[in-house]
């Protein structure tokens, strides 16, 4: 075990894994960065913490150009941990390609660009800095419903090994971690906006897929009661600031990890299950 490489910067702070991980920086003496959008996040978040070893940034992961901006003004930094998320659900036919590019921009595009702006103050703090991207169990197999916020897990995917890949030479460790279910808000919104997206759809819609939408949704439901505290994810995200030797992909949850043995299974027998899980 190491030192956490310090300054860290947490995007997507204002609630869920996000704030859980910046709370437990600051309460180990860690300097962080908390990424929010909102003036009332911001403020929230150092009403709690404090300023001694906490700074916040203000920018939507979705505009380049600040997060650009933001990160480059930054003096030191020594890993970022890539989370900021959301789930935009639906049935792939008549998914807005503007809701796809939303949620391609936040949950991978986004990253890309804050991890390149983080690049070079990660390269000064030199060998042992740290790159750890929040993926999901859904970018190793994806189901009914779920398909955009899937498409963009797979991505992130890429992204960190890609990337784990070409740092290594550096001394740039990269690591994905991959939740199953977890007790956060994202998915409390996405049943909210699963409802409220079928209701605003053409009769056809509810016709061809109403029933697998309300299937999906009672499949969540039972996958609710094995969902993790945002506290399990931040403890693998502790121990990956910290470890002398990287995982490049750390599931966490016992969902996660049946998911990690279904995904090998071959396509014949892997949807059958799929069905009944997601």
């Given at each position: 075990m190491r030192d956490i490489p310090s300054p860290v910067l947490v995007t997507g702070a204002s609630t869920g894994i996000g704030r859980a991980t910046v709370r437990a920086l600051v309460g180990r003496g860690v300097d962080t960065v908390a990424s929010v959008r909102g003036d009332a996040d911001a403020q929230g978040l150092l009403d709690e913490l404090g300023e001694q070893h906490l700074t916040v940034l203000q920018f939507d992961?979705?505009?380049?150009?600040?997060?650009?901006?933001?990160?480059?003004?930054?003096?030191?930094?020594?890993?970022?941990?890539?989370?900021?998320?959301?789930?935009?659900?639906?049935?792939?036919?008549?998914?807005?390609?503007?809701?796809?590019?939303?949620?391609?921009?936040?949950?991978?595009?986004?990253?890309?660009?804050?991890?390149?702006?983080?690049?070079?103050?990660?390269?000064?703090?030199?060998?042992?800095?740290?790159?750890?991207?929040?993926?999901?169990?859904?970018?190793?197999?994806?189901?009914?419903?779920?398909?955009?916020?899937?498409?963009?897990?797979?991505?992130?995917?890429?992204?960190?090994?890609?990337?784990?890949?070409?740092?290594?030479?550096?001394?740039i460790g990269v690591a994905l971690i991959e939740p199953g279910a977890i007790d956060t808000e994202i998915w409390e919104t996405s049943t909210a906006r699963s409802r409220d997206m079928l209701a605003a759809m053409p009769e056809e819609v509810h016709e061809r897929y109403g029933e697998m939408v309300e299937d999906t949704l009672k499949v969540g439901a039972r996958s609710a009661r094995l969902a993790i505290s945002p506290e399990r994810v931040v403890k693998v995200i502790i121990d990956v600031l910290t470890a002398r030797h990287l995982r490049p992909r750390n599931l966490v949850g016992i969902d996660a990890k049946a998911a990690g043995l279904v995904a090998r299974l071959p396509t014949e027998l892997r949807t059958p299950i799929l069905k009944q899980v997601l």
């Open positions: 992961i979705t505009e380049s150009d600040a997060v650009t901006e933001r990160i480059s003004s930054l003096d030191a930094l020594g890993a970022i941990v890539n989370n900021a998320g959301t789930a935009v659900p639906g049935p792939l036919e008549y998914l807005d390609p503007a809701d796809l590019r939303w949620q391609l921009e936040v949950n991978t595009v986004g990253h890309v660009v804050a991890t390149q702006a983080a690049l070079p103050l990660l390269r000064e703090h030199g060998e042992g800095a740290r790159i750890v991207n929040i993926g999901s169990m859904a970018g190793r197999v994806s189901g009914r419903m779920v398909g955009a916020y899937s498409m963009s897990k797979f991505a992130m995917a890429a992204f960190s090994d890609a990337l784990g890949q070409e740092l290594e030479p550096f001394g």
